[in-house]
Structures are given as C-alpha cells and as structure tokens.
C-alpha cells in the first residue's frame, strides 16, 4: 500500500541549531514529493516540490529537501532555525501517473524551538 | 486573487444535523478536494473533483457528500453529523496534471465540532 511515514511525531531544537525532519514513502515508482508547512490555527503552505532532476531542491524560508531514490526518502534540512519555523511539517506525495492530484500524507512532525 | 476561501471558520453541530461546508477558489483551478485533520493522523482526502460535473471519492468518504456545479465552487455536505465527524477540513484545488498543474494551494480550514 501506498504509504509517507514521519518517523518523529515531536522534535525539539535550540534557535540557531541546524534541523533535519525525515520522511520516507512506499511507492511503485517514485512519486511527486512536497513538504508543507502548518503554523498554529493556519492552513498549509508549500515549502518546496520534487518533481525529476537535481534531488537537492531549494524551497522557501531556507528550506531544502535532498531526495535519496536508495533509500526512499526526502528529508527536509534547515541550517540554523528561527524561533518562526515552529510549527508542524507534513511531508506527502502524489502518484506521476494519472489524471489526479491526489495526495498522501504523512502524519507530521511537530517542531519546537527552543530561545 | 482571494486564493482558496473556506466558510465557515469554525462550526458547533449536535449529532444528527447536517450543515454544508463552503469552498471557493479564483484561480480557475480545475482539481478541487477535501481534506480533513485528525491529530496524529495527518490529512486524509476526502472527496476530489477533476472538473465541473466530476467528482469521485477519496480515502475516508463516508457520511460525506459533495457536488461541483462550477469551477469555482465545491462543497462538502454533511448529512448528518457524527461526533466522528469532529476534525479540521481543509479545501485544496490546482490546476490538472493536463495543464501541468501538481502543487495544490490550500484553504484556511474549517474547525468542525459535533457534540
């Protein structure tokens, strides 16, 4: 079955300290990959997209995502974070194929900073 | 452009009433959906529309009913209310996967509570 996983539910970092958020899928093939974000009471916004090409992909607010095909993944990375990124990031992805957009999440991190 | 609107914003049901969730987008986006949020859960796709008059079901439809006359509208029908049915509901259209459309632009969200 067609799966995202976010293995860390919670995570915790200092202002100023460097942040990855992991995420890995159970597809066919490889899928269109995006990483969005979720502010308190918002909706979500995209932070950035994988479509072919170069698997390091540059998103908005200092974002980056690298997709690895070996390992199924695409794991989003921030140098050093501001107390704004906390928030809760979802990764999801969306089949190539068909006439669709369907999308499937994963279940989220919820990210705390710390001053 | 207004982008996706949601209304309303927030909404009190008792069991067993219906109410009708509002959803419209200005972008001339073909795809329109429905998510809703369950905590732990991410966002599940409810029902989609790849088009006016065209509109199929998502992974969790049921007690869900939905109808797209126009482009620009698409809402979601509750018939009647399960205390089940108490989540957040997200709206999110794109353009389809023929006019090169696979970032999909979401609403602010509806807070649905049913007592």
């Known amino acids: 079955a067609q799966s995202v996983t976010q293995p860390d539910i919670h995570i915790t970092v200092s202002e100023g300290a460097s942040l990855e958020l992991r995420c890995n899928y159970s597809?066919?093939?490889?899928?269109?990959l995006f990483w969005y974000v979720q502010s308190p009471g918002q909706g979500l916004q995209l932070l950035l997209k994988?479509?072919?090409?170069?698997?390091l992909v540059q998103g908005i607010k200092g974002f980056e995502a690298e997709f690895k095909r070996s390992q199924s993944s695409f794991n989003l990375r921030k140098p050093s974070v501001h107390w704004s990124d906390a928030a809760e990031y979802f990764c999801?992805?969306?089949?190539?194929?068909?006439?669709?957009?369907?999308?499937?999440f994963g279940t989220g991190t919820l990210l705390a900073v710390q001053p | 452009n207004a982008g996706v609107t949601q209304t309303p914003k927030f909404q009190v049901l008792k069991t067993g009433q219906s109410m009708t969730l509002q959803c419209a987008q200005d972008?001339?986006?073909?795809?329109m959906s429905w998510y809703r949020q369950d905590p732990g859960m991410g966002l599940r796709l409810i029902h989609y529309?790849?088009?006016?008059?065209?509109?199929d079901q998502g992974e969790v439809p049921n007690g869900y009913n939905v109808s797209r006359s126009t482009t620009e509208d698409f809402p979601l029908r509750l018939l009647s209310a399960a205390p089940s049915q108490t989540s957040v509901y997200f709206c999110?259209?794109?353009?389809?996967?023929?006019?090169?459309?696979?970032?999909?632009?979401f609403g602010p969200g509806t807070r649905l509570t049913v007592t």
């Open positions: 999110a259209s794109s353009y389809s996967r023929g006019s090169g459309g696979y970032e999909q632009y």
């Open positions: 597809y066919g093939a490889t899928p269109y």
């Open positions: 994988y479509f072919s090409g170069d698997t």
């Open positions: 999801a992805v969306a089949p190539k194929g068909g006439a669709t957009n369907k999308l499937i």
């Open positions: 972008m001339n986006h073909e795809y």
């Open positions: 529309s790849v088009g006016a008059g065209i509109t």
